[in-house]
């Protein structure tokens, strides 16, 4: 069974950055295609970023990109999501997500259902 544990999160101001992690453990989470998604009070969950199982492939939600960075580090079996200029509007919680279904070494998916492990999440909080 694959456990998730997001870390990082917290308040920060307008403009700020955060990197958030995510660890993972109980399978070869190395070999899962992983992703962020977020959900704000209200909102839907909403895709942030996604990367694939080789880590050579990433993607992004178009209103993070250019400002946010997934990476991993399978050795270790980390996900982290770099976020820099932050705005209020990216206040949400943030989970990452992997996908245990097989998947091509270059594929990375955007879809909340293409995930089936999830973590609990962690609060990111911007201030105007």
């Known amino acids: 069974q694959v456990q998730l544990v997001e870390s990082g999160g917290g308040l920060v101001q307008a403009g700020g950055s955060l990197r958030l992690s995510c660890a993972a453990s109980g399978g070869t989470v190395s070999r899962y295609p992983m992703g962020w998604f977020r959900q704000a009070p209200g909102k839907e969950r909403e895709f942030v970023a996604a990367?694939?199982?080789?880590?050579?492939?990433?993607a992004y939600g178009d209103s993070v990109k250019g400002r946010f960075a997934i990476s991993r580090d399978s050795a270790k079996s980390m996900l982290y999501l770099q976020m820099n200029s932050l705005k209020p509007e990216d206040t949400a919680v943030y989970s990452c997500?992997?996908?245990?279904?097989?998947?091509?070494?270059?594929?990375?998916?955007?879809?909340?259902?293409?995930?089936?492990?999830w973590g609990q999440g962690t609060q990111v909080t911007v201030s105007s």
């Open positions: 990367i694939t199982r080789s880590g050579s492939n990433t």
């Open positions: 997500a992997a996908r245990s279904y097989y998947s091509s070494l270059n594929a990375y998916y955007t879809g909340i259902t293409a995930y089936d492990y």
